[in-house]
């Protein structure tokens, strides 16, 4: 994505493009993996040592909460986060904790009502087990 695309983006999602979010934005843009926060800041502070921890942190939040990021929480290790571009799921190791895109398969809406009261955004899959690596390890044992 280009840096005007970049720019153009977060200002879509009223988001201001502050040199420090744009730095997030485009390490995220042209990151193939799902990097950590702390990752992403070694990675945005590298290139900009003036961006602190707490910027890059509150910049993450904002980008996630403006809809151009995802978080995706990994059950006892640190979230991992992915931006939104083509519509994916994701599968998540439980032994080495990493992170892959999966094909999107369209997922039902719940029957009307059976929310109760809630407003559903989204709905996504997590898929949970050994990748190919661990995988492989665990069946040569």
């Known amino acids: 994505m280009s840096a005007e695309a970049i720019k153009k983006s977060l200002e879509g999602s009223g988001l201001r493009c ?4 744009y730095a997030v934005m ?4 042209h ?5 950590t926060a702390a990752e992403i800041f070694k990675a945005v502070n590298r290139t900009d040592p003036r961006c602190s921890r707490a ?3 509150n910049n993450l939040r904002d980008l996630v909460q403006a809809g151009l990021v995802r978080e995706v929480a990994v059950e006892g290790r640190a979230a991992r986060f992915d ?20 094909e999107w398969y369209e997922v039902p809406k ?11 955004r989204q709905c996504e899959l997590i898929f949970r087990g050994l990748c190919t690596k661990c995988a492989s390890r665990h069946a040569s044992r």
């Open 83 to 102: 931006v939104k571009g083509k519509r994916h799921h994701h599968f998540i190791c439980d032994r080495c904790g990493n992170v892959e895109d999966m």
């Open 110 to 120: 719940p029957a009307s009502g059976s929310l109760g009261k809630r407003t559903l």
């Open 26 to 29: 485009a390490f995220l843009m």
């Open 55 to 57: 910027t890059t942190y």
């Open 18 to 21: 502050t040199p420090q979010r």
């Open 31 to 35: 990151h193939s993996g799902h990097p």
